[in-house]
């Protein structure tokens, strides 16, 4: 398995930009599906976007596909999220999820074995 470090949220306005990072460690970051999923106050955590083991293939949610960018950086372990246009409904907890290997780009939390401690998105308006 590999651990997972959240960094990069905090309180933005409507319209601005943000990019999380996530830092991996203690496995072959190479070998992961990466994902975000984002969890409201009182709501599920839902997925965001999810980001194949050579970055060559993504899959976005409707309402991010627009806005937010994944990607990731193997040869540093890290990879990213650049959220673009933030909206107060993009407001949430948001986390890093690596899986080995379930479903290809699955938007499940059931499919990923591996999360990171979340950093806090906050959008007013």
């Known amino acids: 398995q590999v651990q997972l470090v959240e960094s990069g949220g905090g309180l933005v306005q409507a319209g601005d930009s943000l990019r999380l990072s996530c830092a991996a460690s203690g496995g072959t970051f190479e070998h992961y599906v990466v994902a975000w999923f984002r969890q409201a106050p009182g709501k599920e955590r839902q997925f965001v976007c999810a980001i194949s083991r050579n970055g060559g293939n993504t899959r976005y949610v409707d309402s991010v596909q627009d806005r937010f960018i994944i990607s990731r950086d193997n040869d540093k372990n890290t990879a990213a999220l650049q959220m673009n246009n933030l909206k107060p409904e993009d407001t949430a907890v948001y986390y890093c999820?690596?899986?080995?290997?379930?479903?290809?780009?699955?938007?499940?939390?059931?499919?990923?074995?591996?999360w990171g401690q979340g950093t806090p998105v906050t959008v007013s308006s």
């Open positions: 999820a690596a899986d080995f290997a379930g479903v290809f780009l699955s938007k499940d939390t059931s499919d990923y074995d591996n």
